[in-house]
């Protein structure tokens, strides 16, 4: 899925609502890894939805003394239209547009205009690093700033795709990314999203995907130390 097929379908908004196949839902999740804008598109949108959550799920205060009146049923669809319903609602919806006009947007704005900016980024060579007696890989990138690896996959056609995994210095999976067969003719450049990392030995561990071994098989693990940078 690229960029414009993605608006097409609004598949942001469709993967918040859980209305994606779940062939398209792999395919969006698989885009937004490399599309900073659809990213920024589903970190806005699970906001909007987690400070609703939390305004809506307050208790409306109902007076004790109110009697109860039968509603005629042709007046129950304009029940909604009550004070005690509305005042409640459209407090909660304009606390949730307050924040997002005075925290999320701007924020969202200031990662957007860094995006667009042109931008030098650490990068480090994997291709000798799953050879045996080859020196030792060393990527100095800033903190919560993105780096680039670039990796030369062993060519095995048996394999319809691959997979890359980062795994921590504790050796848990930060990210996967699925890569295609015919991507690994040439190098492949993978771009590390910025995150809160600590300074350490990663991996990257690249499986081999097939219809007989769907969760894949081992090919190669490319290890490399993270310098931070102040």
Known sequence: MDHSESIRLMAAEKYLLGELAPE??????????????????????????????????????VSPFRVPVAV???????????PALVVPVLAALLVVISYQ??????????E?????????????????????GAGKTVVAARQDEPFLLFLDIPAATRFSSYVAELDGPAGNSEWSLTIPAETTKDTVPIR????????????????????????GIEIGRYPFELQIQN
């Open 112 to 132: 957007v205009a860094v995006v667009n900016q042109p931008q030098i980024l650490a990068a480090a060579s994997l291709i000798n690093a799953n050879t045996r």
């Open 192 to 215: 590390v999203p910025a995150g809160h990392r600590g300074a350490g030995m990663y991996t990257l561990v690249v499986r081999g995907i097939d219809s007989s071994n769907p969760k």
């Open 72 to 82: 005629p049923a042709k007046a129950a669809w304009f029940a909604w239209l009550r």
């Open 24 to 61: 398209l839902r792999e395919q969006f999740e698989e885009h937004f890894f490399d599309c900073r804008e659809c990213a920024l598109d589903v970190r806005a949108g699970a906001a909007l939805v987690e400070h609703s959550k939390v305004v809506l799920s307050q208790p409306v205060a």
């Open 101 to 110: 006009n005075l925290v999320t947007y701007p924020k969202l704005k200031g």
